[in-house]
RNA sequence: CGGGGCGUAGCGCAGCCUGGUAAGCGCACCUGCCUUGGGAGCAGGGGGUCGGUGGUUCAAAUCCACUCGCCCCGACCA
């Protein structure tokens, strides 16, 4: 490919908007452009990379068996309204009416789609197991987008969704997945972890998320160097740090005007961990009283999967249903739930008297007051692996791929049953399995950058190799140029020359910042003496190699690491 | 949806507080000369209803109201 005749609009300047790294980098070197919030069009050499991240899911995928197909975008409403999901999900489903006034929705996941196709086709045991994906756009109209191309309300997903008779048939399209995905991944040149995930809305038991550590994430998880547990935070266990021991006489302090964990233990000499944070929140089924050590904070997910969706209290709240104000709560006395962390199972703590301007002190668990118990803190950096002890530590993670079963919750209102054997009549066992195109590329820009701009992995680059005559005016330069440029691409490499008439800096600038992995330069000083320069873009390491020997040495490069 | 910020030429910005003499800079673009190993130089040139609407005023990029759009933090994220 020419440069000249390619649209590669490459920006000196960071468009403002810009933030995450990926999102300024392929702005900036001509691989995306916006078209609204969310909305992105990829470039010529923004599709590439595309296009090569989905050949490789492509081959891992038929690897394990899997079948390609093609679903539809617009979906009618009747079959999202047979499982749910259509009154459950909310406003970030697209709705819209055909001409007719049929409801329609553009689609955000194709669960129900594939089972209802599953319901159509699928009669007998003798046609299972089944794996179908597609490579499909997805609409999400999502309250934020953001990052660039990380979280966008369009996006590209690969989507598949195995069908098997039982939950056997199921552990093991489960496990094919995540070796694919692991292959998939691993060939992308990403840095990624496997960690279990909330199978939250989409149902079923176990659920595991595919993560691309990345400051531009938006999730944490938490990792054990020791012992490999790997889980996002929102269901990460963990063992608090100890908390100080030493017994407290039980006795009522005053604590004028003092409210928070930080007040109170200041005025009283005592560390944080010693409290008891007692917190109000109304759920469905009326108010619930948690209870956290006074070190922690609540994660909300694991409250939520207890008690269902919930809100904090207010003021008037509070009063009304405690008979004391915020601050002064305590675990003692009271009618309503009671939830408490785990961590507070063990010592004797301090908390809000049930009395303005009043703590307790001396508090024992089972003895002054009682709970359900339940693992309700947000796993920190510094606590400990609740498996084997050792020390947890938090990443910032780019989701990349998700895998879940989902069981039978969309075959069964969907009315996917086979028969098996015994002539009887069973739901299929389901399991979907997403991955993102786009944040994949978006990962590998996040993990492999320098000042000077991206640097791909070699098996998703837009080129393999992009040859820089720096003098066009040098007939000489430009033969040579033209000659490795047609050597190279016999070889099966994709070649991009830069036949420009610029500079010569800025075709190393533009080269450096679209971050092609291997650069053959062609300048005249060195030409004179029958040599060329190969330049690796991620080392930044220099060779030179005598002009018949450049496309062997350069066909080493890229297939020796790719 | 809550909080914050920003909309002036393709991109990055100044001007706004203190209304007039304020449509300006750098880059990019076009023409010519020159140059060719890290985003050159000189000369000439084109391009902007200052996001939109309404108001205040003799006068609005500038003040006020509304509105649209974009970004960031949070909530949400099937």
Redesign the pocket.
């Known amino acids: 490919m020419r440069f000249s005749r390619m649209f590669i ?12 790294v990926s ?1 300024r980098l392929l702005l ?2 001509g691989f995306i452009r ?6 992105y069009i990829f470039l010529p050499l923004g599709y590439r990379v595309m296009e090569r991240i989905n050949t490789i899911i492509r081959e891992e995928m038929a690897g394990i068996g899997a079948q390609e197909l093609l679903m539809t975008v617009l979906h009618p409403a009747e079959i999202w309204q047979k499982t749910g ?1 259509w009154e ?6 697209f709705r819209l009416k055909d001409r007719t006034g049929r409801h329609m929705c553009l689609g ?2 194709h ?1 129900e789609i594939m089972a209802w196709l599953a319901s159509r086709e699928i009669r007998s045991y003798r046609d299972l197991p089944q794996i179908w994906y597609q490579i499909q756009q997805k609409l ?1 109209d ?7 191309i990380i ?1 966008t309300r369009e996006f590209l997903m690969k989507d598949s969704y195995s069908f098997d008779r039982d939950e056997e048939g199921l552990e093991q399209s489960y496990r094919l997945h995540e070796g694919a995905y692991h292959r998939i991944f691993n060939r992308c040149g990403l840095r990624f972890y496997q960690v279990e995930s ?5 149902g079923g038991a176990t659920a595991h998320e595919f993560m691309a550590p990345s400051p531009a994430g ?2 944490d998880i938490a990792l054990c160097g020791s012992c490999g547990y790997a889980a996002n935070v929102e269901l990460a266990r963990s063992l608090s740090p100890e908390t100080e021991a030493g017994d407290l006489p039980y006795e009522e302090v005053h604590t004028p005007g003092k409210r928070t964990v930080q007040e109170v233990s200041e005025f009283l000499g005592l560390p944080p961990s010693r409290f008891i944070k007692s917190l109000l929140y109304i759920g469905d089924d009326g108010p619930v009283l948690v209870l956290l050590r006074g070190d922690q904070d609540l994660q ?2 694991k409250l ?1 999967r207890i008690i269902g969706p919930f809100r904090t209290a207010g003021k008037e709240e509070v009063v009304a249903t405690l008979g004391v104000e915020a601050g002064f709560i305590g675990p003692a006395g009271h009618k309503v739930r009671i939830i408490a962390d785990e961590a507070l199972k063990e010592g004797v703590y301090v908390s809000g008297a049930n009395r303005a301007d009043y703590h307790l002190k001396g508090l024992r668990p089972g003895v002054h007051f009682d709970a359900e118990w339940a693992d309700l803190h947000i796993a920190k950096e510094g606590d400990r692996c609740h498996r084997c002890g050792a020390p947890l530590r938090i990443e910032r993670v780019i989701e990349i791929g ?1 895998i ?1 079963k989902l069981g039978t919750k969309y075959s069964v209102p969907l009315r996917a049953y086979y028969l098996d054997e015994n002539g009887v009549e069973r739901p299929i066992v389901m399991g ?1 399995y ?1 991955i993102g195109p786009a944040r994949v590329a978006a990962a590998a820009v996040e993990q492999s950058h320098d000042q ?2 991206i640097i791909w992995p070699r098996a998703i680059a837009p080129f393999d190799v992009t040859v820089l005559p ?5 007939t000489e330069t430009v033969e040579l140029a033209d000659e490795l440029y047609r050597a190279l691409t016999e070889k099966g490499l994709e070649v991009l020359i830069d036949d420009r ?13 679209i971050g092609i992995p291997t ?1 053959v ?7 004179r003496q029958g ?3 190969i ?1 690796d873009r991620r080392s ?1 390491q ?1 060779e030179l190699v005598k002009r018949e020997e450049v496309v062997e040495r350069v066909v080493d490069m890229v297939q020796g690491s790719a």
Do not use: C, W, Y
Not at 88 to 93: K, P, S, V
Not at 142 to 148: L, V
């Open positions: 609009p490459t920006l000196k300047e960071t468009p403002s908007e810009a933030e995450a999102h900036r070197a916006q078209l609204a919030s969310g909305l999901r459950e999900i909310g406003e970030e489903m955000m996941t669960e999400r999502e309250a934020r987008p953001k990052s660039g979280r909330d199978p939250g809305m989409m938006e999730d909300e997910r939520q998700n879940f979907s997403g000077d701009g720096l003098n066009m005016a040098d008439d610029e500079r010569a800096g800025v075709k190393f600038k533009d080269a450096d910042l650069q330069i062609i300048g005249q000083k060195s030409l040599l060329v320069e330049k930044r220099r």
